[in-house]
């Protein structure tokens, strides 16, 4: 994750040192399945806060959704995993966040952007590249 705007969690990081660490017992690492949208990524201003690597969860999640097929790999260091927001969901929303989430439940990355409105009636979907 190349960008200011953001980053590979703690937490992540942490374990994919100990699966890949010939002295760890780790032996697996959780995939991620989920891509979480919040609405407190930006300022006051509009411009997109950096995340920290410390976070658990997003600043104000609004809404969780499964990545919709497998992930692809437009460089060899890079999963793009995609998912589609219905158009039923989440109409009006001030989209400027979102968050990468294994099978566990643990937040994974995260990305901050400028605001994306969500109108109603309309797909959203969204890529989100994880970057090694």
Known sequence: MASENSVITKARREALCKATSKGSSASAINKIT??????GGVDGSGNPIP?????TALTHAIGTY?????????????????????????????ISEAGLVDSAGMLCA??????????????FTFTFDDEF
């Open 34 to 39: 989920h891509i979480v949208f919040g609405d």
């Open 66 to 94: 499964p990545i919709d097929a497998a992930p692809t790999y437009p460089v060899s260091t890079t999963a793009r995993y995609t998912v589609t927001i219905p158009a039923s969901d989440l109409p009006g929303a001030s």
């Open 51 to 55: 995340p920290t690597d410390t976070q």
């Open 110 to 123: 995260i990305k901050t952007m400028y605001v994306k409105r969500k109108d109603a009636g309309v797909t």
